[in-house]
């Protein structure tokens, strides 16, 4: 597992041993942000962030800051490891917590992002559950962009306020994007 580009191309990333994390593939992340094209300046939410790869592929393609979620105190460890490693350490936050009490300190605090990551654990029930969590919040605009890895099985229903735009499908893994709908924030 390695950064794809930017200016920590080619830095291999570390991730705790074990099935608790699963890294996302060098394939999938590449696909994610041709899609996405220019992240430059973005501010970017990686909830489930296990090993924090998609965060700083954005960071090192140029997002100007990074939040990352991950309650698991290893993999918590993992991410400021490669954040350093990257040398993008100044542009990271890590978040020790659940996903849900995450969503609710940052939306306290008055946080907005541009683009939002979800990788849950695949087969877990929590995509959609996240998703109408981040729509109670309001810790996505008009313009955010939200990237949800998940298991074909586990099929996406966007809660009113988000619009399913696009969904590509790389083996036993679905990346969905959505946006805020038009009418909503």
Same mark, same amino acid.
């Given at each position: 597992?390695?950064?794809?580009?930017?200016?920590?191309? *080619?830095?291999?990333?570390?991730?705790?041993?074990?099935?608790?994390?699963?890294?996302?593939?060098?394939?999938?992340?590449?696909?994610?942000?041709?899609?996405?094209?220019?992240?430059?300046?973005?501010?970017?939410?990686?909830?489930?962030?296990?090993?924090?790869?998609?965060?700083?592929?954005?960071?090192?393609?140029?997002?100007?800051?990074?939040?990352?979620?991950?309650?698991?105190?290893?993999?918590?460890?993992?991410?400021?490891?490669?954040?350093?490693?990257?040398?993008?350490?100044?542009?990271?936050?890590?978040?020790?917590?659940?996903?849900?009490?995450?969503?609710?300190?940052?939306?306290?605090?008055?946080?907005?992002?541009?683009?939002?990551?979800?990788?849950?654990?695949?087969?877990?029930?929590?995509?959609?559950?996240?998703?109408?969590?981040?729509?109670?919040?309001?810790?996505?605009?008009? *313009?955010?962009?939200?990237?949800?890895?998940?298991?074909?099985?586990?099929?996406?229903?966007?809660?009113?306020?988000?619009?399913?735009?696009?969904?590509?499908?790389?083996?036993?893994?679905?990346?969905?994007?959505?946006?805020?709908?038009?009418?909503?924030?």
């Amino acid at each position: 597992m390695r950064v794809i580009s930017g200016t920590a191309r *080619g830095h291999k990333l570390v991730a705790p041993k074990g099935q608790r994390v699963r890294p996302a593939l060098d394939k999938v992340k590449g696909a994610i942000f041709n899609i996405l094209f220019d992240v430059s300046e973005a501010s970017v939410l990686d909830l489930f962030a296990g090993s924090g790869a998609v965060g700083i592929e954005a960071l090192s393609r140029g997002a100007a800051r990074a939040v990352f979620v991950e309650e698991w105190s290893e993999a918590a460890d993992s991410i400021k490891r490669n954040l350093a490693h990257c040398k993008v350490t100044e542009l990271g936050r890590i978040l020790k917590m659940s996903v849900e009490r995450a969503i609710r300190l940052l939306d306290r605090e008055g946080c907005k992002f541009d683009l939002i990551f979800i990788d849950p654990p695949y087969l877990k029930g929590l995509v959609n559950p996240t998703l109408a969590s981040l729509c109670a919040s309001s810790l996505a605009h008009k *313009g955010t962009i939200l990237i949800v890895e998940h298991h074909p099985k586990e099929p996406i229903e966007p809660p009113e306020g988000l619009a399913l735009t696009d969904s590509r499908k790389y083996g036993q893994t679905l990346i969905t994007f959505l946006s805020v709908s038009p009418k909503e924030r």
